[in-house]
């Protein structure tokens, strides 16, 4: 590694002992760096890396509750306010029992990237708990969130901090958080939380704007090789927010999806995922996928645990979590013969299984730029909050498929202009670096 950038990587590291996955997220940017700390050495001089790497702010609190059998629960919340330099801080909120310090700063510091790419005015934060909301109640779910809030609302506001959700936190409970927001400062706030309900304040096209987005980006970087989805065989994995609607765009589009999982294992269906029926026992019955092969037993089979990447495709979505597709998953698949993978997810790639993709000429579109639809559609609920307006679908679509076709083509200019062309890992990570450090240069050493 260049020494510029090693000396940082190792300060890093130093000071963020055991947090394995905010190193690879660093790691993974500072890989794309060397050609522009050469053409911006003022970038350097400034310490714009070691400001970068280090969270304006980070609040770690108790959140106490009461189950249902009167027991007082405790878990730990966390939100990390990475960067405020191109607008307020925003990223999601994460309950999973994985959560920790770590997981929270990995996603924090891709959101600054990520946000930075959409061109729109946000800075990067990211929050949660290490609650696990599997098989509670919807009222223990409720006195969860609203002891998160209580707690959290004093660093929140719409100029401040904007929380969305990200894995087990949905409508549902962005509306809790809302509620105790409300009740709390006494305020309607829309604009201080996204991902509301559309009839308090929520965004159209917001549910699905992730999967759809990521769809979205795939779709232009097949352009690119004079393809299209229509006729693909797609593998997408996870069954919660972003896969059901990647599933839906892709299939919209004339691909057959033919897998779908969960953390029991996946279902493969050869008729093309059902998503109606997918989405009827992941969002309503809240239930497991190995239902889903239950009741569709003509065509679909549920594999308990393995990978849904020993399944043929030639395009993969991962959808579901960090580091959940490895080397060898990549080697299996450019052996059947895929030809782009774009995340869902937020770095479910090992890194070597991005090398694998990319030295066998796989189109790969990393999460921070095939998954910013969210965020960005995020960004537009705070417009229309800001303007006390609702946009239609048609809309709201329109505007995410520009702004999903202006981050593809950010990405590819910037991979050319830095001699790197068709690589949209360094694509976005230049490009949302450059735009973050000449903001943090404008603003002085704060
Ligand atoms: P959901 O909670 O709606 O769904 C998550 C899915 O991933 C579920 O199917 C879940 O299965 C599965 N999953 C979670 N953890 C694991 C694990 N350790 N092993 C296997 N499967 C797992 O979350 P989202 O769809 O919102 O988020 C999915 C990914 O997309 C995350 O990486 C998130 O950060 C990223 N993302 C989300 C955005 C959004 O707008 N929601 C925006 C940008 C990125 P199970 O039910 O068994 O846990």
């Known amino acids: 590694m260049d020494t510029r950038l090693e000396a940082v990587r190792s300060i890093v590291l130093d000071r963020n002992p055991g947090e394995g996955e905010f190193h690879q997220a660093v790691d993974e940017v500072f890989a794309s760096l060397v050609a522009v700390l050469d053409k911006h050495p003022e970038f350097a001089e400034a310490s714009i890396l070691e400001r970068i790497c280090e969270p304006e702010r980070q609040i770690i609190f ?5 189950d249902d059998t009167g027991k007082v629960q405790i878990n730990r919340g966390f939100r990390v306010e990475f960067n405020s330099a191109l607008g307020p801080f925003k990223g999601g909120l994460r309950f999973h029992p994985s959560v920790y310090q770590g997981i929270i700063k990995f996603l924090g510091f891709e959101q600054i990237f990520k946000n930075a790419l959409t061109g729109m005015p946000i800075g990067g934060g990211k929050g949660g708990a290490d609650f696990d909301p599997r098989g509670r109640s919807e009222g223990e779910i409720m006195r969860f969130c609203q002891s998160f809030m209580t707690e959290l609302y004093r660093h929140l506001g719409e100029y401040t901090d904007v929380p969305a959700g990200d ?8 509306g809790f958080l809302f509620g105790q927001y409300k009740r709390i400062t006494n305020r309607y706030e829309s604009g201080v939380l996204t991902g509301k309900g559309t009839s308090w304040g929520g965004s159209l096209v917001r549910p699905e704007a992730t999967g759809y987005g990521t769809v979205l980006f795939t779709q232009e970087m097949l ?3 004079k393809q299209t989805f229509d006729g ?3 593998a997408v994995s996870g069954s919660g927010n972003v896969a059901l609607h990647a599933i839906v765009k892709a299939q919209e589009l ?14 493969v269906d050869e008729a093309g995922i059902d998503v109606d029926l997918l989405s009827q026992i992941k969002e309503v019955e809240r239930g497991r996928i190995g239902e889903y092969a239950e009741r569709r037993q003509e065509t ?11 399944v043929d495709a030639t395009v993969a979505l991962p959808c579901a979590t960090q580091n ?10 450019v052996k059947s013969g895929v030809t782009a993978v774009a995340e869902g997810a937020n770095m479910p790639c090992t890194s070597k299984a991005a090398d694998v993709f990319h030295d066998a000429g796989v189109l790969f579109g990393p999460g921070k730029a095939a998954n910013a639809g969210g965020v960005a559609t995020s960004a537009l609920e705070m417009q229309q909050n800001a303007s006390r307006d609702s946009w239609t679908f048609e809309y709201t679509e329109e505007r995410l498929t520009d702004i999903m076709v202006g981050i593809h083509d950010r990405c590819a200019t ?8 068709g690589n949209y890992v360094a694509g976005a990570n230049i490009s949302g670096f450059v735009r973050v450090a000449d903001a943090m240069l404008a603003q002085g050493v704060i």
Request: aromatic share 8%; hydrophobic share 40%; glycine share 12%.
């Open 62 to 66: 108790r959140v106490p509750w009461v």
């Open 167 to 174: 894995i087990g936190v949905g409508g549902r409970e962005i």
């Open 223 to 225: 352009r690119t090789r």
């Open 232 to 234: 693909q065989r797609v």
């Open 254 to 267: 004339g691909a057959k999806v033919v897998t779908a999982s969960d953390s029991s294992g996946f279902v």
């Open 300 to 310: 679909a089979k549920f594999v308990d645990g393995g990978s849904v990447w020993d």
């Open 324 to 333: 959940e597709l490895l080397e060898e998953d990549a080697v299996k698949l």
């Open 414 to 421: 910037t991979a050319d202009e830095y001699g790197q062309p």
